[in-house]
């Protein structure tokens, strides 16, 4: 299994650099546990979560997709929380522009979007 950063090894993809001012701006640590979780290198069978390779996490979508979740947080609070949900999506299979289709498709928010929608 993998750690992955996000935002500390994919400097130059998309809006992962504004992402990275925000853990500054709010003052969590890169290496903070709110900026990690567990991916199998790839995808296993029977586990719901994304490989760490060829799932789709290090594109540019993803990381634009990242950055439109979490660029109106307000608080510190609010951004932990929202990168509590990435985790939370991508430990389930979802990629973040999954999430950001789903919200263009329903007209809602990025941060309306639920695990069970993706159920049904």
Do not use: Y
């Not at 969590?28 to 719901?48: C, I, M, Q, R, Y």
């Not at 263009?104 to 639920?114: F, L, R, W």
Request: proline share 2%; charged share 20%; with cysteine.
């Amino acid at each position: 299994m993998m750690l992955i950063i996000w935002c500390q090894h994919a400097l130059n993809r998309g809006k992962a650099e504004s992402v990275r001012e925000m853990f500054k701006e709010f003052d969590v640590p890169l290496n903070s546990h709110h900026n990690g979780e567990f991916l199998p290198n790839t995808k296993v069978a029977g586990d719901p979560r994304l490989g760490h390779h060829g799932s789709g996490v290090h594109s540019k979508a993803e990381m634009n997709s990242i950055h439109s979740f979490v660029k109106d947080s307000g608080t510190r609070e609010q951004f932990i929380q929202r990168l509590d949900g990435i985790r939370d999506f991508h430990q389930n299979g979802v990629l973040m522009s999954q999430v950001q289709e789903m919200a263009a498709t329903k007209g809602i928010s990025m941060n309306d979007v639920t695990l069970a929608m993706f159920a049904a």
